[in-house]
């Protein structure tokens, strides 16, 4: 369980550049939750998943996983707790490292000792195994290194580590951004599945009201670093793209169109 107490987050404090990035979330998430996250630019979309991952500390408010309260938790500590995916498919994996090493240092970091260990721990035939759901031939590329993938290939496996971690949170930062229609759909089948597979508590940005409706089971909108609209269970099953843009409009009393929500 994810609890989020009145946080707040403010950039440049008392400078001409503040900005309130964040402005009182109060938000619980249950275990095992699939929340879709959409929001405007500078809606304060990764700001939230920063404060959650201890990158960004919250100026106000309480964060409280599993009862914890990790607030004064830096993130090197809270490592443990969650799994990210970044928009960058250069930024959660080792490029110099084979696939199989970041695997390997994936599970060693999961399971708290060292690489040689992990490898030795006879996991090549799991791994290869995970690989080959893919559909992608990785399973016969262990030896390769990360950087020689494409960037859908790079997500895949990115997600595959994100699972081999002890923690049963998964940060989604607008993980197909970067990919063709065709890949991130590819992308978006396999964190469905995995999510469901582990029982992933998860929170995943995206700028496609495509994803954020056919993902998971509940849905957020932020505007202005405050939530506005919450939106789960059978009902967000009934929502449409035009509901979703009408029901910005009514909520925040504004004119938006799609460009300004960057939803397709
Ligand atoms: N490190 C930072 N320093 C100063 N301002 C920041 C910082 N990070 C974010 N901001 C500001 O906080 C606000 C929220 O940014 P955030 O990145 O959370 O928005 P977002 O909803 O993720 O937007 P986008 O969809 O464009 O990625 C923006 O005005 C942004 O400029």
Same mark, same amino acid.
């Given at each position: 369980?994810?609890?989020?107490?009145?946080?707040?987050?403010?950039?440049? /404090?008392?400078?001409?550049?503040?900005?309130?990035?964040?402005?009182?979330?109060?938000?619980? #998430?249950?275990?095992?939750?699939?929340?879709?996250?959409?929001?405007?630019?500078?809606?304060?979309?990764?700001?939230?998943?920063?404060?959650?991952?201890?990158?960004?500390?919250?100026?106000?408010?309480?964060?409280? #996983?599993?009862?914890?309260?990790?607030?004064?938790?830096?993130?090197? /500590?809270?490592?443990?707790?969650? !799994?990210?995916?970044?928009?960058?498919?250069?930024?959660?994996?080792?490029?110099?490292?084979? #696939?199989?090493?970041?695997?390997?240092?994936?599970?060693?970091?999961?399971?708290?000792?060292?690489?040689?260990? !992990?490898?030795?721990?006879?996991?090549?035939?799991?791994?290869?195994?995970?690989?080959?759901?893919?559909?992608?031939?990785?399973?016969?590329?262990?030896?390769?290194?990360?950087?020689?993938?494409?960037?859908?290939? /790079?997500?895949?496996?990115?997600?595959?580590?994100?699972?081999?971690?002890?923690?049963?949170?998964?940060?989604?930062?607008?993980?197909?951004?970067?990919?063709?229609?065709?890949?991130?759909?590819?992308?978006?089948?396999?964190?469905?599945?995995?999510?469901?597979?582990?029982?992933?508590?998860?929170?995943?940005?995206?700028?496609?009201?495509?994803?954020?409706?056919?993902?998971?089971?509940?849905?957020?909108?932020?505007?202005?670093? /405050? #939530?506005?609209?919450?939106?789960?269970?059978?009902?967000?099953?009934?929502?449409?793209?035009?509901?979703?843009?009408?029901?910005?409009?009514?909520?925040?009393?504004?004119?938006?169109?799609?460009?300004?929500?960057?939803?397709?």
């Amino acid at each position: 369980m994810i609890e989020l107490r009145s946080i707040a987050v403010t950039f440049g /404090r008392g400078t001409v550049l503040e900005t309130r990035a964040l402005r009182g979330i109060d938000l619980s #998430i249950p275990e095992s939750e699939f929340v879709t996250v959409i929001g405007s630019n500078g809606a304060g979309k990764s700001t939230l998943l920063n404060v959650l991952a201890g990158t960004v500390p919250a100026t106000e408010g309480r964060i409280v #996983i599993d009862g914890k309260d990790v607030t004064p938790l830096p993130a090197a /500590r809270r490592a443990r707790l969650l !799994a990210r995916v970044f928009q960058d498919p250069l930024a959660g994996t080792c490029a110099g490292l084979t #696939i199989e090493e970041n695997l390997a240092l994936a599970e060693a970091r999961g399971r708290g000792r060292g690489l040689k260990l !992990a490898v030795r721990g006879g996991s090549r035939a799991r791994w290869r195994d995970r690989l080959a759901e893919l559909g992608l031939g990785l399973e016969n590329r262990l030896g390769d290194r990360m950087g020689l993938l494409s960037g859908g290939q /790079r997500q895949c496996v990115a997600l595959l580590m994100a699972t081999m971690a002890p923690s049963k949170i998964l940060l989604l930062d607008e993980h197909t951004a970067a990919l063709d229609p065709r890949t991130a759909d590819l992308v978006v089948d396999l964190t469905r599945k995995l999510v469901a597979e582990f029982g992933l508590t998860t929170l995943m940005i995206t700028h496609s009201m495509h994803q954020a409706l056919g993902c998971g089971s509940r849905l957020l909108m932020l505007h202005e670093g /405050r #939530i506005c609209l919450d939106v789960g269970g059978e009902a967000k099953t009934r929502l449409t793209p035009e509901d979703l843009l009408a029901e910005f409009r009514r909520r925040r009393g504004e004119e938006l169109d799609d460009d300004a929500l960057l939803l397709d």
